[in-house]
């Protein structure tokens, strides 16, 4: 089976010899075996570390969890600088769940949440923080402020839970560069690892933030727009 | 470059990034350095759950808890210690929750808790089994409100002693640059991991798991405690290790042998179970996990990821199949001896997590503990480093340089392949010091190891690149891993009786 990997100077073409394997199992194969200086980062294998994202033939996977197949072209990640081969710098994608303030605004203490509230946001709190989401991005292709879907999965993750009490502002933090950019194109559901959608976070995000008073400043932003009531103001 | 702070905390694991908080909290000027990304650490494996006597389903009491702990232990734990941790657990479930860990719940409003091995309860507090995961992403998520400096992908290289012998800050390898940097600090906080990767690919754990910490701590000259105690899991995935976690077993499944046959007890202590595992697999059998009369809803809702690897790694469902299984090292209860405030015996430098041994799992750990460990003794480990270095004030590394172990292998032959050599020595541990040992399969595997350390500038790198080498940091690694080996058997021959994991013969 052959696969090319993306290196510094293009496209490298490998032969390997495992079968029905990991991209994980034969990318470790040809860095002790063929390539000693190929550069990707991994750590469980059990897709839960989020350390080995990268695309293959162009959609993000997580190397650990896609099973290679002839032909396959492995390339890093996009919208974020390549450090080397298929190592990407992700300190930015991450620098936005601070950016977004995504924590508990305060300790929640007494705490009284059941079964069905734990339901809420059982899968946002899934994420692995991987960045594939931010690489098939096409907002934050464009925006480098766009906060981006994993940061916003993770503040709806807390804004939906019952121990926030200030979820207003929540909701104020992520009004600049954040829901109303989206373009609810769906790419980041589509390559997320742990099945989690953003892009239904983000209108999740957008309804509770409309509960609260906040407007889609693109909406608003017509000239001579138009008021709450859909008359036009003057 | 020189940086300079009151805490250094290494790992950004549950264990270091609580111990960070906890400094922060106490006042100290805290940053943390990882060879990862914080999140990515072993925490984020741990499935099961964490212990705390609740008592949320079905009775129990922090006496109980205690007792399970120290039996399991074999006699080998510190008791004090023990209490202090089973008392400790349910304001650490306390704390967890009040930071928004999204734990499983009952409909009455409680966290929902499940029976682990070797328990007498139903004690573990879980999140499905992505329990490490949401606990470990919650407390990072608490250190960016902390406003706790991280810096990621950089690697220790060594602990930095002033003639006094007080710990002064570290020296580190920056990854992405290849540049060697000074960290000063008034003190350390070692937060770096197990050593379960010595056995290479016979392990459940994350690659990162070398015991960069413990050797680096041990060339310090800070003291090593019971290394021979590796706990092996008795439900890895045959192919991969992969671990199937012991919620499984928790949840009703079985043991099964090639003829479809129950032979042991599947929630007995991992040291029982894994022996008696291994002995059915060396008359011949292959062992399975069977799972399927739980049903699909119950797999789906509480074993997830279980049903992802096995289908991933194995080509099984285990809904509708067995899943075949052998016993892979998972945990190492072994590491830097520390005392209660977590102080190892290197002023200035303290420890917490997997490296550390605060002596609460003895000769066999419990599932639930670990992450109970992390967030209990973070906690202390933060607090007394901060505390530490407020009451020293700065120490200033007198004679620093960036030379270090990199110059060295520089001047390596790179005659012979590493990574073979690191396959081989961990095929060879796991038969030779693994679950079941002999004085002679101990005496070789050391006379192996020094064998290679002392042939170890005929391997090498021949990865030249200064930006993100890999080969470098993987050999250097494997150089710690050789160091940890050293010190596992010659603690395994120096314990002559069977206790607890560490079962010779």
């Known amino acids: 089976m052959k696969i090319s990997v993306k290196k510094e100077n293009g496209f490298v073409e490998y032969e390997s010899s495992l079968v029905d394997a990991t991209l994980l199992e034969v990318l470790n194969d040809i860095k002790q075996t063929k390539d000693n200086s190929l ?29 290679i197949q002839d032909g396959d072209r ?73 906060l981006g879907p994993f940061a916003l999965t993770r503040i709806w993750k807390y804004a939906s839970d019952k121990r926030e009490d200030d979820v207003q502002t929540k909701m104020s933090d992520v009004q600049t560069n954040g829901i109303w950019d989206c373009t609810l194109c769906d790419n980041c559901t589509v390559v997320c690892p742990q099945n989690i959608s953003s892009k239904a976070d983000i209108e999740m995000l957008r309804m509770k933030s409309a509960q609260f008073g906040f407007m889609d400043p693109n909406f608003g932003s017509f000239d001579g727009g138009f008021g709450f009531d859909g008359s036009p103001s003057f | ?112 808790q499940r029976a682990l091995g070797g328990a007498s309860a139903s004690r573990a507090c879980y999140a499905q089994d992505y329990t490490g ?106 192919s991969c290790s992969i671990l199937i976690s012991e919620s499984a077993r928790g949840e009703g499944g079985y043991i099964l042998n090639s003829k479809g046959e129950r032979f042991t ?86 420890a917490c997590g997997e ?29 007394n480093a901060a505390l530490y270095a407020k009451q020293n004030g700065q120490t200033e590394c007198l004679e620093v340089d960036t030379s270090s172990v990199i110059d060295e292998i520089k001047g390596y032959e790179n005659v012979l392949d590493f990574y073979a050599k690191r396959e081989h020595l961990g095929d060879l541990f796991y038969k030779n010091v693994g679950i079941v040992r002999t004085k002679q399969e101990l005496e070789f595997a050391l006379r192996e190891v020094q064998d290679i350390k002392a042939n170890i500038s005929k391997l090498g790198v021949s990865d030249t690149s200064k930006v993100y080498n890999t080969n470098l940091v993987e050999f250097i690694e494997f150089k710690n891993s050789l160091d940890v080996c050293e010190v596992v058997v010659k603690s395994a021959l120096a314990r002559e009786v069977s206790c607890g994991a560490h079962y010779i013969v």
């Not at chain 1, 950016?99 to 899968?123: G, Q, Y």
């Not at chain 2, 407390?139 to 002064?168: F, H, M, P, T, W």
């Not at chain 2, 503990?369 to 967030?375: A, D, K, Q, R, T």
Request: with cysteine.
């Open chain 2, 355 to 383: 490296c550390a041994n605060h002596r609460v799992h003895g000769a066999n750990r419990l599932g639930g503990n670990s992450l109970l460990e992390i967030v209990v003794f973070g906690k202390v480990a933060g607090e």
């Open chain 1, 39 to 67: 550069a990707f980062s991994s750590g469980c294998r059990s897709s839960v570390c989020g350390s080995c994202s990268m695309r293959v033939n162009e959609v993000e996977v997580l190397a650990c969890s896609y099973k």
């Open chain 1, 74 to 146: 492995v390339e890093p990640l996009k919208n974020m600088e390549v450090v080397r081969d298929l190592v990407v710098d992700m300190d930015k994608a991450y620098s936005f769940n601070k950016k977004a303030k995504a924590w508990l605004s305060k300790l929640a203490l007494n705490n009284a949440l059941d079964a069905s509230d734990a339901k809420i946001n059982e899968v946002q709190s899934d994420c692995i923080l991987c960045s594939s989401c931010y690489s098939a991005c096409p907002v934050y292709a464009v925006n480098g402020d766009f």
């Open chain 2, 1 to 112: 470059m020189k940086n300079r702070y009151d805490v250094l905390v290494v790992g950004a694991g549950g264990a270091g990034l609580t111990a960070a908080l906890n400094a922060k909290e106490s006042g100290a000027n805290v940053i943390v350095l990882t060879k990862e990304y914080p999140t990515r650490s072993q925490t984020c494996m741990a499935q099961g759950g964490i212990n705390a006597a609740l008592g949320n389903a079905g009775e129990d009491s922090v006496e109980d808890h205690i007792a399970n702990t120290l039996k399991s232990a074999h006699g080998e734990a510190d008791p004090e210690a023990i209490s202090f941790m089973c008392e400790s657990a349910p304001k650490a479930i306390e704390w967890l929750d009040s930071i928004g860990v999204c734990f499983s719940r009952t409909e009455d409003a409680k966290v929902a």
């Open chain 2, 133 to 238: 995961l949401k606990i470990l992403h919650t407390v990072y998520d608490r250190c960016l409100e902390a406003d706790i400096e991280i810096q990621n992908e950089k690697y220790l290289l060594e602990i930095l002693k002033n003639s006094s012998d007080g710990v002064c800050g570290a020296k580190i390898l920056d990854i992405r640059s290849g540049e060697v940097e000074i960290y000063e600090a008034n003190a350390v906080i070692l937060a770096s991991g197990g050593y379960s990767r010595i056995y290479d690919k016979n392990s459940t754990n994350s690659t990162a798991s070398t015991g960069d910490g413990i050797a680096t701590a041990a060339r310090a000259g800070a003291e090593l405690i019971d290394m021979e105690f590796v706990q092996f899991h008795p439900t890895g995935l045959k």
């Open chain 2, 265 to 350: 007890k599947e929630l007995a202590p991992r040291d029982v179970l894994s022996r008696a595992i291994d002995a059915e697999i060396k008359k011949g059998e292959e062992v399975f996990l069977d799972i399927r009369h739980l049903g699909e809803k119950l797999i789906n809702e509480g074993l997830p990821q279980e049903r992802k690897l096995a289908k991933l790694y194995e080509n099984v469902d285990p809904v509708y199949e067995l899943m075949p299984i052998k016993p892979v090292a998972h945990y190492t209860m072994g590491g830097i001896k520390v005392d209660r405030q977590s102080a190892t015996s290197l002023k200035g430098l303290f």
